[in-house]
Every structure is written in C-alpha cells, then in structure tokens.
C-alpha cells in the first residue's frame, strides 16, 4: 500500500534559523514523485519542491531543500533561514505512476510555527 | 500567476440544496483534473478522478450519486455536491495536471458550509 508519514503534528523554529520536516513514504511502485506543499491558512497549496525517484541529487529550490534518502524511503524538507511568512501547514505528498492517473497522495501534514 | 482557478471560494447554502464548484485550467489543457477534500485540520483526500470525456474514478466510500462530476472541457471540470447535509461542509480542492509540465496545479478551494 502507498503511504505517507508525517509524525510531527506541530514545528517551532526560531526566525533565521533552519529547521526540518520529516517525511517517509511506502510504495512497491519503482517509478514515484516526492513533493511538498504549503497551505497557509488560507487554504491554498503552494507547490515548494519535488524529487523524483530516479533523480540523483536532491531537489534544492532557493530556501528549500529536499534530503532524499531512498533506500530509508525518506523525503525530508530542510528550510534554511526560516522567516515569520513560513508559519504554514506542510504537506508531504507522493504520486506513484503504476496504477493510478497522477494523483497525490498526501501525509497528514506539519504545522510550522516560525517564532521572532 | 494563478494556472488552475476555483469558484466559488466559498459558499454557505441551505441543507438539501446542490451546489456546484468550478475548476478551470487556465493556460494549459487538462485531461485529468482531481477533486480533493480536506476536513479542518486534517490532510487532504482524493474524492475522485475527473477525466475528460469519460466518467469519474471515484474513491472507495465517495458516493457518486452525491458527488457529481462533470469534465466537458479540457479546461473545466464541475463538482455538484448535490442534497448537500451539514457533513458535507468541508473545504473542497481540484488540482489539474499539466503534463507538458508533468506534475498537478492546485486550484485555490473553494469553502463550502451547509446550514
């Protein structure tokens, strides 16, 4: 069964510093995308960064970066430099390619909170 | 900007009443859209698979004669959540998939509240 896992419900980090979101995921699939997304309490989600299983290096997007670890089946998020306007839900997510049309399946998030 | 839009962003209507949520792809063609629900403070769920004329993938436990889909377009895609109940109150998000881009925008939701 495909699966993500988030354990940490809730995140504090001091502003300026780094801090990192956990994620390890579960499928048989050879072929996957690794992703994370923001969702400020407006409710969208913000796209931040993808991996994916083939990819040789880890994903880095300015401040983000992605440490793949697949023989862990892990898919951290590193924030370096964190600022007040991080303070957001993250959700990890994977989309698997055998057996399904692209869609993602998601963790049950982290709540970042970005103190000053 | 925004690829992928949502309407209404919110909407609060009556038990028993349908309501009916867009999502447009806008600056590429979707075969695929999806339709997400996120119950407060939960992770998001896939409620069904919303394929260009053909009919919807639902998931286990979505009803499909409540969750109404329509994809006649390669850039729309509707949701009607019909005899809408108090349960059903929930935020609801599609995403599109660009596979020029290979990966799904999300739309930005849309709230819905039934009384």
């Known amino acids: 069964a495909q699966k993500i896992t988030q354990t940490q419900p809730g995140m504090f980090v001091q502003e300026k510093e780094a801090v990192t979101l956990d994620c390890t995921y579960d499928t048989s699939d050879p072929s996957y995308g690794l992703f994370w997304y923001k969702q400020p309490s407006s409710g969208e989600m913000i796209f931040l960064i993808y991996q994916g299983s083939y990819d040789q290096q880890n994903a880095t997007e300015g401040r983000y970066s992605l440490n793949f670890q697949k023989a862990r089946k892990s898919a951290n998020l590193v924030i370096s430099a964190s600022q007040l306007g991080d303070s957001a839900m993250y959700f990890c997510?994977?989309?698997?390619?055998?057996?399904?049309?692209?869609?993602?399946?998601f963790g049950k998030g982290t709540k970042l909170s970005v103190k000053p | 900007g925004a690829v992928v839009s949502q309407h209404p962003s919110w909407v609060i209507c009556k038990s028993g009443t349908s309501v009916k949520i867009e999502c447009r792809s806008l600056?590429?063609?979707?075969?695929?859209m999806f339709w997400y629900r996120q119950f407060p403070k939960q992770s998001l769920m896939l409620m069904a698979t919303?394929?260009?004329?053909?009919?919807?993938?639902?998931e286990q436990g979505v009803e499909k004669d409540k969750f109404l889909i329509n994809h006649a377009s390669l850039t729309l895609s509707t949701l009607t959540v019909t005899s809408a109940h108090p349960e059903d109150s929930s935020f609801y998000i599609c995403?599109?998939?660009?596979?020029?881009?290979?990966?799904?925008?999300f739309g930005p939701g849309t709230r819905l509240t039934v009384l």
């Open positions: 919303s394929n260009e004329g053909s009919k919807a993938t639902y």
């Open positions: 995403s599109a998939r660009d596979p020029g881009r290979d990966r799904a925008f």
């Open positions: 600056d590429f063609q979707a075969t695929t």
């Open positions: 997510a994977m989309r698997v390619e055998m057996g399904s049309q692209g869609n993602l399946i």
